[in-house]
């Protein structure tokens, strides 16, 4: 046998750089943070084994779409969970009370809604819906948001949740017959609700318009996907 001559193996050395250069171009690009931070909520909230739901969407009175990132049951309380698109970034100021709030970034200051502001329709519809079951609100925040003063009381970054879930399980207590009341009866209307928005989809009621597209109001800015979002819908009739 010859042994490969130089010009073999500049060749075979030649194929394999354009192998790994196609290889490289057409790799699948890594997941943006947001996402990672979200699978992480979603599997923290998950590995609670307290019964939870995801992406939820509920149809209310006046046949809009509300929705939810996430609802948990605890013992004796639900919590209703909103997150804010990890694309805001800068130190945010403002108490829980404020109607708007400022985002300083890179020397620039601007103003939004307060996210918690937002959730507290969605809080009091199921307090009417169940008077006696305690509910609990929270926006969660991307760790490119930082609150200098403090974050308010509902707001967290989204590697702080852990331990704020675990101090509401230190103070929640045991189980309540209100939780264990109210939970199948909220399963089954995110379940009927779900699939009157199937249904309306389907029919092409929704005019291609995705559930919670709502806008904020002009002049105001938002943090992101709103944790509570509104979108005209029909009733799938």
């Not at 998950?46 to 149809?59: A, G, M």
Request: include cysteine; proline fraction near 8%.
């Amino acid at each position: 046998m010859h042994a490969p001559g130089l010009t073999q193996l500049l060749v075979y050395s030649a194929f394999i750089v354009l192998g790994m250069a196609v290889l490289y171009a057409f790799r699948p690009p890594p997941p943006p943070k947001v996402k990672g931070q979200r699978i992480t909520l979603r599997r923290t909230i998950d590995n609670l084994n307290h019964p939870s739901l995801h992406d939820v969407r509920i149809i209310d009175k006046q046949g809009r779409i509300v929705c939810i990132e996430h609802i948990i049951r605890l013992p004796s309380s639900i919590v209703l969970i909103g997150t804010v698109a990890a694309s805001a970034k800068g130190e945010v100021t403002g108490s829980e009370f404020s109607r708007t709030w400022k985002i300083s970034n890179r020397g620039g200051t601007t103003t939004c809604v307060n996210p918690l502001l937002e959730l507290q329709p969605l809080n009091l519809a199921f307090k009417r819906r169940f008077p006696l079951l305690r509910i609990r609100g929270l926006v969660v925040f991307p760790d490119t948001i930082s609150f200098p003063n403090g974050a308010p009381k509902g707001a967290v970054c989204a590697s702080d949740f852990e331990r704020w879930i675990g101090e509401v399980l230190k103070m929640d207590g045991t189980v309540s017959s209100a939780t264990e009341q109210a939970w199948p009866a909220i399963a089954a209307m995110v379940a009927s609700a779900q699939a009157r928005i199937e249904q309306a989809r389907a029919k092409g009621l929704l005019g291609g318009q995705d559930a919670g597209g709502g806008k904020a109001k002009p002049g105001k800015k938002s943090l992101g996907p709103v944790p509570v979002r509104a979108a005209a819908a029909s009733r799938g009739r």
